[in-house]
């Protein structure tokens, strides 16, 4: 018997998340699913949470729904009784990925991000990992029939950790950058199927056969046909002549750089197109490091610290500005849309039967990769669990590259968790972009001291 939830409550740890937290509360109120539910709001930064507790209980009143809204700075306060729990937060990331991406480039290791793969993914694991393991504890105390979705990078890291060391969870990962249907629209859209993402339709949806899979951030399209007939190469020419039109990142910076000039390339050499190729060109080495020669697409360039500050200070000025009522309350709804996991959260309480990309246990999907390998997948999630859609196999080439990733993934959460320094060098070595022992060594060293209040003091000891 599938199972039903009437007033569904969800939990949100790190209500401050600006990525977040402000489509968290569209979703309640505007799901018919939702609304008459429970959203509650943790941050251990309160002034932050008050905030956001203002501007979810103005949206409420505003819209006039039933949503009851909570809040405590002690997510123990509001777990009981809930049916998700959406881990959301990051302590200073901002700063400390800046720290993770100056130390590595010291050594050879340029990353334009950070937050999932090299050394800046394998810390920010060791500053969130322990955090999130702590609240399982709390999960399973008081709510533990509740589904747990991981939203920190690097997700994959914390997800699998959540399926190896807290087995009893309901619980997957998530990323928001293959959101469904809009990634779907916009391949279509580039292997001119259609000429705008308006365009799209429930027949366009069923005769363009599209197959995404790989590690998160490390994702590819291995199947694009359109009525049975293939459009790969369509897709490739829409990025070898985009290429020629690069900007310099917009505000993405430079995550935003070069990223069809280097889907072109990595088709070129791989036969399949990148996906998420602001974060996929951070996994490989040609654009990386010291080694890197004089090329048409330059190495890549930096995370950019400052530039981020300013956009979340935009970003909270919006949600200032909308609890003074500078922006009326009624722009609210016509302001933000809906989210990947409360699209997904509404998918599962009402029974809707839509896919989604999900990051969980193979299961099969990827024929000729393990069970276990915790891959990016086109899943039917439902209250009773979550089920990955055929995929077929992973290409040779590329299929090497994912279970290097793999490796170092699961590697970096059993170091994390068992706060071991062999573990942690040995995850740091595995990972794709290592080229020196002493360099790696090095990098260790100075992100331990450098990053110390925020890392447990077992790696101290």
């Not at 959203?39 to 209980?57: H, P, W, Y």
């Not at 290409?395 to 993934?409: A, C, F, N, S």
């Amino acid at each position: 018997m599938t199972k039903t939830i009437t007033n569904p409550k969800i939990v949100l740890i790190g209500a401050g998340s600006l990525f977040f937290g402000r489509q968290a509360i569209w979703q309640m109120v505007h799901s018919e699913y939702l609304n008459n539910g429970t959203l509650a709001l943790v941050d251990t930064d309160e002034e932050r949470l008050n905030k956001m507790t203002k501007l979810a209980q103005m949206v409420v009143e505003c819209e006039g729904v039933n949503v009851t809204i909570e809040s405590s700075v002690k997510a123990r306060d509001v777990l009981p009784g809930a049916d998700f729990v959406v881990l959301s937060f990051a302590e200073k990331s901002v700063y400390y990925r800046g720290i993770d991406c100056e130390i590595s480039e010291k050594h050879g290791i340029r990353m334009c991000s950070g937050d999932t793969i090299g050394p800046g993914g394998i810390f920010r694991a060791m500053r969130e990992l322990p955090v999130i393991m702590a609240y399982t504890k709390d999960i399973e105390e008081l709510c533990p029939e509740a589904w747990v979705i991981n939203y920190i990078n690097p997700t994959a890291v914390h997800g699998m950790a959540l399926k190896r060391f807290a087995p009893n969870l309901k619980s997957f990962a998530l990323c928001d950058g293959l959101h469904m249907p809009h990634i779907k629209r916009r391949y279509a859209v580039r292997a001119g199927i259609i000429n705008s993402e308006e365009d799209y339709s429930d027949t366009i949806a069923k005769d363009f056969d599209f197959r995404i899979a790989g590690v998160n951030h490390f994702t590819w399209c291995i199947k694009a046909e359109y009525q049975g007939k293939d459009v790969m190469k369509n897709i490739a020419e829409y990025l070898r002549i985009n290429a020629a039109k690069e900007t310099d990142g917009g505000d993405v910076g430079a995550k935003g750089k070069f990223n069809d000039s280097i889907g072109y390339e990595l088709y070129k050499a791989f036969g399949y197109v990148p996906v998420c190729v602001g974060h996929t060109k951070e996994y490989v080495r040609f654009w990386q490091g010291r080694q890197v020669l004089e090329q048409t697409i330059p190495p890549l360039t930096l995370w950019e610290t400052e530039a981020r500050y300013k956009r979340h200070e935009a970003m909270w000025d919006q949600v200032d500005d909308f609890i003074s009522g500078k922006t009326p309350i009624e722009e609210y709804m016509t302001t933000f849309g809906p989210d990947h996991a409360t699209d997904i959260i509404e998918n599962m309480v009402g029974n809707l039967g839509k896919k989604f990309y999900i990051n969980t246990y193979n299961n099969g999907a990827v024929t000729n990769m393990n069970d276990d390998a915790f891959l990016e997948l086109l899943c039917e999630p439902t209250l009773d669990g979550i089920y990955p859609v055929q995929v077929g196999e992973m290409p040779r080439g590329i299929k090497g590259m994912e279970e290097l990733v793999l490796d170092t993934h699961e590697l970096t959460a059993e170091a994390v968790v068992k706060g071991s320094r062999d573990l942690l060098k040995r995850a740091m070595l595995t990972d794709p972009l290592a080229c020196s022992i002493s360099d790696i060594e090095k990098i260790i060293e100075e992100l331990l001291e450098a990053e110390k209040d925020q890392i447990p003091d077992i790696w101290y000891e």
